[in-house]
């Protein structure tokens, strides 16, 4: 933790992210919530201005904004899918059972991320962040 901690705080980049195994928000499908992801990592996010968390472990997407942080888990890249809940926390915006891959473009101040399906190359979900 005081390592994550001294990273966020002192380095002098625009933009931040944490990558970790467990999302700190799950939409269920056979995992729960990182309650250490949330307790811990997201009030330093918070704090030191992250811009995502990305997470896998549960084998779908999702996406969840918290406190301005955007937590997507993409744990759809080849092992069999789970079912995905929609309702299963309150901050799910969006999730799918489908194999896919994130694609991050940033051009100076503005961030856009895609989920793109493996199957068909759509995009099943997107979102932009602007500094």
Known sequence: MAWIKDQLATTSKQWKFIIL????YSAGGGHPD??????????LCVEYGADIIFG???HYYARCEVD??????L????????EPDPNYSEY????????HFGKVAIN???LNFEAISADDGSVIDSFTITH
Not at 75 to 82: F, T
């Open 92 to 99: 799910i915006e969006y999730c799918e059972m489908v194999h």
């Open 68 to 73: 301005g942080i955007q937590h997507l888990t």
């Open 34 to 43: 990182d309650r250490a992801v949330q307790k811990l990592i997201h009030p």
């Open 75 to 82: 744990g759809g890249g080849g092992a069999p899918l789970r």
């Open 21 to 24: 195994h467990s999302p700190g």
């Open 108 to 110: 100076g101040n503005t």
């Open 56 to 58: 896998g472990h549960n």
